[in-house]
C-alpha cells in the first residue's frame, strides 16, 4: 500500500481478507421485498383514497362562492346563471372575518346577506329607494322580481332594504374569486362620502353614508388581488415578446454548468489553495487591524466624536469589542493554518477525487440531463398530491352557523318566537332544514343559518393524513431513486474505464437495475426518513397548538430542543442513506448491509471524509454563486437594453425568472456532481480496501490518483 504515508489506508485494513472487486455486480437479487411489498400496498391504499375523494369531493367547492340562502353560484339549479356573489354591504364583511382564511374556506364571513348574481355592479347607485327605472339593475333576496318591485311604493321598497331583503347601496365592482368587490374608493379622500352618477349620497340600511374609510379594508385586500392579476397579464405579456431571449438564458445556463465543472477539473487546485491563503490572509489582517484598534482606544489614541450615538457606533468604541473579535480572527487563521499544515495530504486526496468525479461526469454527459427525470417524476407527483388532496379536503360534510345581519355589530340577537324570547349568537352550529331555525327565521328576516365550512369526520382525516404520508414517502424514494441510478453509473465507470467495459447507455443500465432490485431497499431508506419527516411535522404541529393554548415557555423550549435534535438526525440519516445506495449500487446488498457497510467504511477514513466534504462543498457553492450570479448579471444586462425596445411592463421580470432557473438548474447540476463525487470518492476507499496493487488485485483508481496517494 506504500508504507506509512499519510495518505495510505489506516493499517487496519483487511487487505489479506478482502475479496478483489471487479466493477458492479451483475448477478443480483431483489433486495429488501418486504418493504417493496408494503410500498406496493401502500400505494394501493393511495388509490383506494383518491378514488374516494374524487366520489365524494369537488375542488370547486373551495372557489365556488355560497349565498346567505346556501345557493352555490353558478351550480345550484336556482341560480345557474349567476356565477357572481354580491355582498349588500361590503364594510360590515371586513370587521368580522379574516380575508385570507375565509374568502377561500367558505367565503367571507359577513353580518351581511349576500346573492348570487349574473353581473357585478358597473357603476354607484342608491339601492331599492332609488327611481324606479333603475330597478333592474339591483340585487334582491327571496326571489323578488323586477315586476314585483315595480308595483311597490318606495317606502315599501326601502322598507326590503330595513329588513335585509334588498342591497341598501352598490358599487362599481371587479370580479375577485367569483366575488363582486367595488373599485372605486378614492384612498387619498377616506373620509368623503361615496355618491352616485347624479351625486347623491350612498346610505346603508342604517340610513348613515356609505365613505370611503368604511370600505377601505375590502378594497384595500381586493385591489391587491386585482392587481396581482393586471400584473400577472402585463408579466405575461412581455414573456411573450421576449420568449427567444428567455429560451437563449436557459441554455446558456446549462451551458454555463458545463463549463464551469470543465473548468473545475483544470483550475480546481488553484482555486482551493488560493482560497485557503486568501482566508489566511484576511483573518491575520483582520485580527493585526482589531488589536490596533484596541491598542489605539486603550490608550486614548482613539477617541468617540459626539455625532456618534447609534447602537453601533456603541460597541465600535469599545476596548472589549475588538479584543473579542482579535482573539476570535487570531483563533480562527491559527485553526485554518492547523488544518493545512496536518491535512495537506487529506486535501490533495480530496481534490484528485474531485478531479477524478469531474472526469466521469464528462464522460457521462447524459448525467447532466438524468437529474430533470426524478424532477419531472417529483412535478407529477405533486400535481397528484395536490388533485386529490383538494378533492380530500373538499369531501367532507357542509356545517352551517348563525349569521346575524344588523346594522351593529352584535354577536348576539334576541327573537320572539311564537311567544318566546330566544337568544341567537352568530358563529354557533344550526341546521337550515331544521324546524327551530324555520322557526327563527320567519320571526327575524336578520337571522341566517350560513354555510360554514367542510368538516372532515375521523375517517375522512385519516385519509388526508395518509395521503399526506404517501407523498412524503414517494418523494423520497423518488430522491432515492435518483441518487442510487447515479451512484450505479458513476461506479461503473470507475470499476470498468481501464478495461472499456463501461457500458454503451450506464445510466439506462443502472436505472434498469436499481428498479428491478433495488425498489425495495430505496422503500426502506425513504421510509426512515419519512418517519423522522413526520416526527417533525408533529413537532411543529405541537408547537402551534401551544401557542393557542398559552405560552409555556418550558414546553416551547423543549419543543425547539427536540426540533433541533430531530432535523440533525434527518441530515444525518440522509446521509448514510446516499453512502448505503452507493454501495447497494455497487454490490447489490439490501438496505441495512449496505448502510453498515457503508458507515463502516466512512468512520475508519473519518478524516478524509471531513476532508472531502469541505472541499465538496465549498466548490458546489462555488458553482452556484457564480452561475446564478453570472446569469443575473448578464439578463439584468440584456433586458435592460432590451425592454425600451421591444416595449416591455417590467424587464425585472424575465431578469428573476432566468436567476431562479439558473439557480435552480445549478442546484440540479451540482446535486448530480456532489453524487459523483460521494460515488468515487466510496469507490476509491473499497479500491484501497480490497486490492493492494499486486497484479492479482490491481487498483482500479486512474494513475492520478494511484500518484496523490502515492501507491
Same mark, same amino acid.
Given at each position: 500500500?506504500?508504507?506509512?504515508?499519510?495518505?495510505?489506508?489506516?493499517?487496519?485494513?483487511?487487505?489479506?481478507?478482502?475479496?478483489?472487486?471487479?466493477?458492479?455486480?451483475?448477478?443480483?437479487?431483489?433486495?429488501?421485498?418486504?418493504?417493496?411489498?408494503?410500498?406496493?400496498?401502500?400505494?394501493?391504499?393511495?388509490?383506494?383514497?383518491?378514488?374516494?375523494?374524487?366520489?365524494?369531493?369537488?375542488?370547486?367547492?373551495?372557489?365556488?362562492?355560497?349565498?346567505?340562502?346556501?345557493?352555490?353560484?353558478?351550480?345550484?339549479?336556482?341560480?345557474?346563471?349567476?356565477?357572481?356573489?354580491?355582498?349588500?354591504?361590503?364594510?360590515?364583511?371586513?370587521?368580522?372575518?379574516?380575508?385570507?382564511?375565509?374568502?377561500?374556506?367558505?367565503?367571507?364571513?359577513?353580518?351581511?346577506?349576500?346573492?348570487?348574481?349574473?353581473?357585478?355592479?358597473?357603476?354607484?347607485?342608491?339601492?331599492?329607494?332609488?327611481?324606479?327605472?333603475?330597478?333592474?339593475?339591483?340585487?334582491?333576496?327571496?326571489?323578488?322580481?323586477?315586476?314585483?318591485?315595480?308595483?311597490?311604493?318606495?317606502?315599501?321598497?326601502?322598507?326590503?332594504?330595513?329588513?335585509?331583503?334588498?342591497?341598501?347601496?352598490?358599487?362599481?365592482?371587479?370580479?375577485?374569486?367569483?366575488?363582486?368587490?367595488?373599485?372605486?374608493?378614492?384612498?387619498?379622500?377616506?373620509?368623503?362620502?361615496?355618491?352616485?352618477?347624479?351625486?347623491?349620497?350612498?346610505?346603508?340600511?342604517?340610513?348613515?353614508?356609505?365613505?370611503?374609510?368604511?370600505?377601505?379594508?375590502?378594497?384595500?385586500?381586493?385591489?391587491?388581488?386585482?392587481?396581482?392579476?393586471?400584473?400577472?397579464?402585463?408579466?405575461?405579456?412581455?414573456?411573450?415578446?421576449?420568449?427567444?431571449?428567455?429560451?437563449?438564458?436557459?441554455?446558456?445556463?446549462?451551458?454555463?454548468?458545463?463549463?464551469?465543472?470543465?473548468?473545475?477539473?483544470?483550475?480546481?487546485?488553484?482555486?482551493?489553495?488560493?482560497?485557503?491563503?486568501?482566508?489566511?490572509?484576511?483573518?491575520?489582517?483582520?485580527?493585526?487591524?482589531?488589536?490596533?484598534?484596541?491598542?489605539?482606544?486603550?490608550?486614548?489614541?482613539?477617541?468617540?466624536?459626539?455625532?456618534?450615538?447609534?447602537?453601533?457606533?456603541?460597541?465600535?468604541?469599545?476596548?472589549?469589542?475588538?479584543?473579542?473579535?482579535?482573539?476570535?480572527?487570531?483563533?480562527?487563521?491559527?485553526?485554518?493554518?492547523?488544518?493545512?499544515?496536518?491535512?495537506?495530504?487529506?486535501?490533495?486526496?480530496?481534490?484528485?477525487?474531485?478531479?477524478?468525479?469531474?472526469?466521469?461526469?464528462?464522460?457521462?454527459?447524459?448525467?447532466?440531463?438524468?437529474?430533470? @427525470?426524478? #424532477? !419531472?417524476? $417529483? %412535478? =407529477? /407527483?405533486?400535481?397528484? *398530491?395536490?388533485?386529490?388532496?383538494?378533492?380530500?379536503?373538499?369531501?367532507?360534510?357542509?356545517?352551517?352557523?348563525?349569521?346575524?345581519?344588523?346594522?351593529?355589530?352584535?354577536?348576539?340577537?334576541?327573537?320572539?318566537?311564537?311567544?318566546?324570547?330566544?337568544?341567537?349568537?352568530?358563529?354557533?352550529?344550526?341546521?337550515?332544514?331544521?324546524?327551530?331555525?324555520?322557526?327563527?327565521?320567519?320571526?327575524?328576516?336578520?337571522?341566517?343559518?350560513?354555510?360554514?365550512?367542510?368538516?372532515?369526520?375521523?375517517?375522512?382525516?385519516?385519509?388526508?393524513?395518509?395521503?399526506?404520508?404517501?407523498?412524503?414517502?414517494?418523494?423520497?424514494? @423518488?430522491? #432515492? !431513486?435518483? $441518487? %442510487? =441510478? /447515479?451512484?450505479?453509473? *458513476?461506479?461503473?465507470?470507475?470499476?470498468?474505464?481501464?478495461?472499456?467495459?463501461?457500458?454503451?447507455?450506464?445510466?439506462?443500465?443502472?436505472?434498469?437495475?436499481?428498479?428491478?432490485?433495488?425498489?425495495?431497499?430505496?422503500?426502506?431508506?425513504?421510509?426512515?426518513?419519512?418517519?423522522?419527516?413526520?416526527?417533525?411535522?408533529?413537532?411543529?404541529?405541537?408547537?402551534?397548538?401551544?401557542?393557542?393554548?398559552?405560552?409555556?415557555?418550558?414546553?416551547?423550549?423543549?419543543?425547539?430542543?427536540?426540533?433541533?435534535?430531530?432535523?440533525?438526525?434527518?441530515?444525518?440519516?440522509?446521509?448514510?442513506?446516499?453512502?448505503?445506495?452507493?454501495?447497494? #449500487?455497487?454490490?447489490?446488498?439490501?438496505?441495512?448491509?449496505?448502510?453498515?457497510?457503508?458507515?463502516?467504511?466512512?468512520?475508519?477514513?473519518?478524516?478524509?471524509?471531513?476532508?472531502?466534504?469541505?472541499?465538496?462543498?465549498?466548490?458546489?457553492?462555488?458553482?452556484?454563486?457564480?452561475?446564478?450570479?453570472?446569469?443575473?448579471?448578464?439578463?439584468?444586462?440584456?433586458?435592460?437594453?432590451?425592454?425600451?425596445?421591444?416595449?416591455?411592463?417590467?424587464?425585472?421580470?424575465?431578469?428573476?425568472?432566468?436567476?431562479?432557473?439558473?439557480?435552480?438548474?445549478?442546484?440540479?447540476?451540482?446535486?448530480?456532481?456532489?453524487?459523483?463525487?460521494?460515488?468515487?470518492?466510496?469507490?476509491?476507499?473499497?479500491?484501497?480496501?480490497?486490492?493492494?496493487?499486486?497484479?492479482?488485485?490491481?487498483?482500479?483508481?486512474?494513475?492520478?490518483?494511484?500518484?496523490?496517494?502515492?501507491?
Amino acid at each position: 500500500m506504500g508504507g506509512n504515508d499519510e495518505d495510505s489506508p489506516p493499517s487496519t485494513t483487511p487487505l489479506k481478507k478482502s475479496k478483489a472487486i471487479e466493477g458492479p455486480i451483475k448477478n443480483r437479487s431483489c433486495t429488501d421485498v418486504l418493504c417493496l411489498l408494503l410500498f406496493f400496498f401502500f400505494w394501493v391504499g393511495m388509490l383506494a383514497v383518491a378514488i374516494v375523494g374524487f366520489s365524494r369531493g369537488n375542488p370547486k367547492r373551495l372557489v365556488t362562492p355560497v349565498d346567505t340562502d346556501g345557493n352555490r353560484c353558478g351550480y345550484t339549479a336556482s341560480v345557474k346563471d349567476r356565477p357572481y356573489l354580491f355582498y349588500f354591504d361590503i364594510s360590515r364583511c371586513i370587521k368580522s372575518a379574516v380575508f385570507s382564511t375565509d374568502i377561500i374556506n367558505s367565503g367571507l364571513v359577513c353580518n351581511t346577506p349576500q346573492v348570487c348574481v349574473k353581473e357585478c355592479p358597473s357603476s354607484n347607485a342608491q339601492g331599492i329607494s332609488g327611481p324606479t327605472n333603475q330597478l333592474d339593475k339591483l340585487y334582491c333576496r327571496n326571489g323578488q322580481t323586477l315586476d314585483e318591485l315595480k308595483g311597490l311604493s318606495v317606502l315599501d321598497r326601502f322598507q326590503l332594504v330595513r329588513n335585509n331583503t334588498c342591497a341598501p347601496y352598490y358599487l362599481r365592482s371587479e370580479v375577485v374569486l367569483n366575488r363582486c368587490f367595488p373599485t372605486l374608493v378614492d384612498l387619498n379622500d377616506l373620509n368623503s362620502a361615496l355618491t352616485d352618477s347624479s351625486n347623491t349620497t350612498l346610505t346603508n340600511n342604517g340610513n348613515s353614508a356609505v365613505t370611503g374609510d368604511t370600505v377601505l379594508s375590502a378594497v384595500r385586500i381586493a385591489s391587491q388581488l386585482l392587481n396581482m392579476r393586471h400584473v400577472a397579464a402585463k408579466v405575461w405579456s412581455d414573456f411573450q415578446k421576449v420568449w427567444a431571449h428567455i429560451g437563449v438564458g436557459f441554455v446558456s445556463t446549462i451551458a454555463l454548468c458545463f463549463v464551469f465543472i470543465f473548468l473545475a477539473a483544470i483550475f480546481l487546485a488553484p482555486m482551493i489553495y488560493g482560497s485557503m491563503i486568501l482566508s489566511l490572509a484576511l483573518l491575520f489582517y483582520a485580527s493585526y487591524f482589531c488589536y490596533t484598534e484596541y491598542n489605539a482606544l486603550k490608550n486614548g489614541d482613539k477617541v468617540r466624536p459626539v455625532s456618534a450615538n447609534s447602537l453601533l457606533d456603541e460597541y465600535l468604541y469599545q476596548t472589549d469589542t475588538f479584543l473579542g473579535l482579535g482573539i476570535a480572527a487570531t483563533v480562527g487563521g491559527g485553526i485554518l493554518l492547523l488544518i493545512i499544515i496536518f491535512l495537506l495530504g487529506r486535501i490533495r486526496f480530496a481534490i484528485a477525487v474531485i478531479k477524478e468525479s469531474t472526469r466521469a461526469m464528462l464522460a457521462i454527459k447524459t448525467s447532466f440531463l438524468f437529474p430533470f @427525470i426524478p #424532477a !419531472l417524476m $417529483q %412535478c =407529477v /407527483l405533486f400535481a397528484y *398530491f395536490i388533485g386529490v388532496g383538494l378533492y380530500l379536503v373538499t369531501a367532507g360534510t357542509p356545517t352551517y352557523s348563525y349569521e346575524i345581519f344588523a346594522t351593529s355589530n352584535a354577536s348576539t340577537a334576541q327573537v320572539m318566537v311564537q311567544g318566546s324570547n330566544v337568544s341567537v349568537t352568530a358563529g354557533t352550529t344550526c341546521i337550515p332544514t331544521a324546524a327551530s331555525f324555520l322557526n327563527i327565521k320567519n320571526a327575524s328576516n336578520a337571522i341566517n343559518c350560513g354555510f360554514a365550512k367542510y368538516d372532515p369526520n375521523k375517517v375522512l382525516l385519516g385519509m388526508q393524513i395518509y395521503h399526506v404520508v404517501g407523498w412524503l414517502w414517494t418523494v423520497n424514494w @423518488i430522491s #432515492a !431513486l435518483g $441518487q %442510487c =441510478v /447515479l451512484a450505479g453509473a *458513476f461506479a461503473s465507470y470507475y470499476w470498468l474505464h481501464n478495461s472499456k467495459k463501461v457500458p454503451v447507455f450506464p445510466l439506462l443500465s443502472a436505472f434498469t437495475r436499481t428498479v428491478f432490485y433495488h425498489t425495495g431497499s430505496l422503500a426502506f431508506g425513504a421510509a426512515i426518513i419519512t418517519i423522522v419527516q413526520i416526527i417533525r411535522a408533529t413537532l411543529v404541529f405541537l408547537e402551534m397548538r401551544l401557542k393557542n393554548h398559552g405560552d409555556n415557555i418550558v414546553a416551547k423550549f423543549i419543543l425547539r430542543c427536540l426540533q433541533c435534535l430531530f432535523a440533525c438526525l434527518e441530515r444525518f440519516l440522509k446521509f448514510i442513506n446516499k453512502n448505503a445506495y452507493i454501495e447497494i #449500487a455497487v454490490y447489490g446488498y439490501n438496505f441495512c448491509k449496505g448502510a453498515r457497510k457503508a458507515f463502516s467504511l466512512l468512520l475508519r477514513n473519518i478524516v478524509r471524509v471531513a476532508a472531502i466534504n469541505g472541499i465538496t462543498a465549498f466548490v458546489l457553492l462555488m458553482g452556484r454563486l457564480v452561475v446564478t450570479g453570472t446569469v443575473c448579471v448578464v439578463s439584468y444586462a440584456v433586458f435592460n437594453k432590451v425592454g425600451p425596445e421591444k416595449d416591455l411592463h417590467y424587464f425585472l421580470g424575465p431578469v428573476i425568472v432566468l436567476t431562479l432557473a439558473a439557480f435552480f438548474i445549478s442546484a440540479s447540476f451540482f446535486d448530480t456532481y456532489d453524487m459523483a463525487v460521494d460515488t468515487i470518492f466510496l469507490c476509491v476507499l473499497e479500491d484501497l480496501e480490497h486490492h493492494d496493487g499486486s497484479p492479482e488485485k490491481p487498483y482500479f483508481m486512474s494513475e492520478s490518483l494511484m500518484k496523490t496517494l502515492k501507491v
